[in-house]
């Protein structure tokens, strides 16, 4: 707690710290790069760990710069606590209903999305090395895209 009863979720450099160098020994363990070209894409990944880490457990970037350029019109954002995290609550007036309810959509659009990838999947290990243009692939193109998306 910090002063006015305010709660941080985030500020845990050591657990920044800690992950970075766990998430790193693996993939250099497995991943050894050898050649300028391979450490140079080695690079982007060490730089994604970092800033991946940074945000998680250190402070919200993302949330950190949309509250100053959106402070004035949202004036109850707090870029350091975890409430805020989640910016489509905040957008729609927050309140413990529209969490429930953006958790609702949220999952139900993962959900969806494991069900498109799944069906592609199950498409094109069926045709057996073959063109697949019916099911899903009749709609999209590459629907494990689709489904991560």
């Known amino acids: 707690m910090h002063g006015g009863g305010i709660s941080y ?10 992950n970075i160098v766990l998430f ?6 497995f991943l ?8 140079r894409s080695m690079g982007v990944t060490i730089a994604f760990i970092i800033a991946l ?12 710069i949309l509250t100053a350029i959106l402070g004035s019109r949202y004036p109850a954002l707090n870029p350091f606590a975890h409430e805020s995290g989640h910016l489509w609550v905040t957008f729609l007036g927050g309140g413990v209903v529209t969490l429930a309810l953006i958790h609702i959509v949220s999952n139900g659009l993962m959900i969806a999305g494991f069900f498109i990838m799944a069906s592609g999947w199950k498409r094109v290990h069926g045709a057996k090395g073959g063109l697949v243009t019916e099911g899903v692939y009749a709609h999209v193109r590459h629907p494990q895209y689709s489904g991560l998306f």
């Not at 979720?9 to 800690?18: E, I, P, Q, R, T």
């Not at 790193?24 to 363990?29: A, G, K």
């Not at 880490?53 to 950190?64: C, K, Q, R, S, V």
């Open 24 to 29: 790193l020994f693996f993939i250099l363990s």
């Open 9 to 18: 979720a985030y500020g845990f450099w050591s657990l920044v710290v800690a």
């Open 53 to 64: 880490f940074t945000e998680m457990y250190g402070f919200p970037l993302t949330i950190y």
């Open 32 to 39: 050894a790069p050898v050649k300028k070209r391979e450490w």
